[in-house]
């Protein structure tokens, strides 16, 4: 036999096919850092409310105290943005593995250090302070979470489904109020107190911890799947043609400005909507209805089940956004729910004084509403920016639009609430405005269904 016929008749030996990241791990190494990070949310809301004015700010004045306990609260926020860009800066030169493993690490180290805090009365000041600077690395690596998780999903998904595979970071919100929540109100049941007013002692001087302590499962399982990831083609595809910025901050300022001014009012109005639907809906509810700035006098228990039937429409909903917006397009999607939110707003005032029937309507309808606008998100937001500067563009406009819509909402929605002598009307009038501003930047904006994710 020839040489010529053998070359034929044996084909020459091919380099294996690069490894590719399984749907299954794809799937939970972008929703665990999502779902610890809600989870943090909810857990150090309540812990500010029920417990921190108690330990580590006993000013003598219980509202001095619950406000410098807020004020903590919103340190984190003001840190975000500085995450985004550290966190971005590395996403975009060294990958999108190694950044989503340092931003997990640093949140579950913080937050479980925060279940180990002496407090005011153990240390002084002291005790406070620490609280503030965990407070601040939680922020500073959230500030790189979402966008990291939100590239795993949609640079690791197939043609087509986008939208989809990005709604699995988003789902994580609604995974993370039910397991927070749900943890609190178990502990508050075993743990009962005689004074409504404040915890029990034993929840005050140790049960408290066990919320924090308990991220450290997450993270460690957070941890085993990220470790396990392999680069997206995308990031590897603009390093090997050295796409590759030095400063992908000044390269995002200087090529895509535009696209972070949209995406950061693309995201206002869920932000708005999303600490209205959770924080202001529950003080609305427990609020006493004698009270000076009244409301509708339900007990935390009963308001936080009733809220969480409406989170289990956010989780749908979150799902159910991803198919559509893959099929109608993010924008159009987008368009047709913050019309729905607009008109939503307007709806505050009859659907919250029509007793618990009407109260359940506005918790299902808000929550649907959030999850039907917060689930194209995943794609929408790293979709607007090139594979180069794509996790720190889409890190810096949603955490940018975190100040903008959730840093000061508690501020205003407050204030708006008090100005209506405990209605909620103007609340809800902040509310559609905010939606309004939205509709004007997605009518600005561009469809990002067909780009190329690794251009």
Partial sequence: MSSNTLSHATPSPSAPPAPTNPRSRVVLASLIGTTIEFYDFYVYATAAVLVFPHLFFPTGNETTALLASFAVFGAAMVARPVGA???????????RKATLVGALLTMGIATFLIGLLPTYAQVGWFAPLLLVV?????GFALG??????????TENAP?????????FPQVGAPIGFIIANGLFLLIAMLLPSDDPTRPSTAFLEWAWRVPFLFSAVM???????RLRLVES????????????HKLPLAAVFKSNWRELILGTFIMLATYVLFYLMTTFSLSYGRAATTA????????YTTFVLMMIVGVLFFGVFTLASGPWADRFGRRRTLIWVTLGIIVFGLLFVPLLGAGFLGVMIFLILGFTLM????????????????TAVRYTGSAFAYNMSSILGAAVAPFIAVWLWTLGGGSPFWVGVYLSVMAVITLVALLLSRETKDVDIEA
């Fill in 144 to 153: 790189g979470e979402w966008s990291g998780a939100a590239l795993v999903a």
């Fill in 371 to 386: 999850g039907m606008t917060f689930g194209p998100m995943g794609a929408l937001l790293p979709e607007l920016f090139p």
């Fill in 292 to 299: 000076p700035v009244a409301g509708l006098g339900y007990s």
């Fill in 219 to 225: 993270v460690i399982i957070g941890l085993w799947v």
């Fill in 85 to 95: 860009l550290v966190f971005g800066h590395f996403g975009d030169k060294v990958g």
């Fill in 159 to 167: 043609k087509g489904k986008r939208a989809w595979y990005g709604t």
């Fill in 134 to 138: 965990l407070r601040l690395a939680q």
């Fill in 233 to 244: 083609d995308a990031f590897t595809k603009a390093a090997r043609t050295n796409r590759v």
